[in-house]
């Protein structure tokens, strides 16, 4: 168990570029968050798969946003035309839950720092 | 909806001293509560949770937090703290919403001090 990864640690980009975000959940995980974290406040919710699959997305996720789960392994975390609002620190998180077990408990990767110039 | 509410946005204490950071939520079914710690420039690590049972929950670390329906309140507390305990600790609701989406609503954190 080597624990929620994500790449890049850090991202420096110009506004108007396009970004993309990793993150590998452990392994045997089917649930998978995202959540957007500004300086001074908690993350908030961005969006939520089960497996493959995107079952919940937050109003905070504007069409400029996009997320996917192939093989409902990794997951991406795409920023189009980044504006400068959208700088904060990007997290991923992911737990287990099966038909006889859940433990409620989200493993949190160390994140994805976005600056956008 | 559900929110948390943490009082006091930074917490300073002497070495020893004890800890309490303190967390009020507002939910409309009976909540999940969770006390996350975050170290500078990582993610966050869960602490504790209450989930159902005893209302007293032990953590990590020497951590500990009591729920209190009454109270709303879900606070943090450690009798002794040590300089390693520095960090920004963030109180957190759940609640099972469609698809078993167990998304997490944090309040704006509290960032623990010493005193020199």
């Known amino acids: 168990d080597t624990g929620v990864s994500q790449n890049p640690r850090h991202k420096i980009t110009k506004r108007g570029q396009n970004v993309t975000f990793r993150c590998d959940p452990i392994?045997?995980?089917?649930?998978l968050y995202w959540y957007r974290q500004t300086l001074g406040q908690g993350p908030e919710f961005l969006t939520y798969f089960q497996n493959e699959a995107q079952l919940e997305k937050s109003r905070l996720l504007s069409d400029r946003f996009s997320a996917e789960r192939p093989k409902g392994s990794f997951s991406t975390l795409e920023i189009q035309r980044t504006e400068q609002g959208d700088s904060a620190m990007y997290l991923c998180?992911?737990?287990?839950?099966?038909?006889?077990?859940?433990?409620?408990?989200?493993?949190f990767g160390p994140g994805t720092r976005l600056t956008v110039t | 909806a559900q929110s948390v509410t943490q009082l006091g946005s930074h917490v300073s204490v002497s070495e020893g001293a004890l800890v309490l950071l303190r967390c009020n939520y507002s939910?409309?079914?009976?909540?999940?509560l969770f006390w996350y710690v975050q170290y500078p420039n990582q993610g966050l690590q869960l602490l504790l949770k209450y989930t159902t049972g005893a209302t007293l929950v032990k953590g990590i670390n020497g951590f500990e937090a009591e729920f209190k329906k009454s109270e709303t309140s879900f606070h943090l507390t450690k009798p002794s703290a040590h300089m390693s305990d520095a960090a920004e600790y963030f109180c957190a609701v759940t609640m099972i919403s469609n698809f078993g989406n167990e998304k997490l609503t944090f309040g704006n954190g509290t960032r623990l001090t010493f005193i020199p």
């Open positions: 939910s409309s079914v009976p909540p999940y």
């Open positions: 392994s045997e995980h089917n649930r």
């Open positions: 998180a992911s737990s287990l839950e099966i038909a006889s077990y859940n433990s409620y408990e989200q493993y």
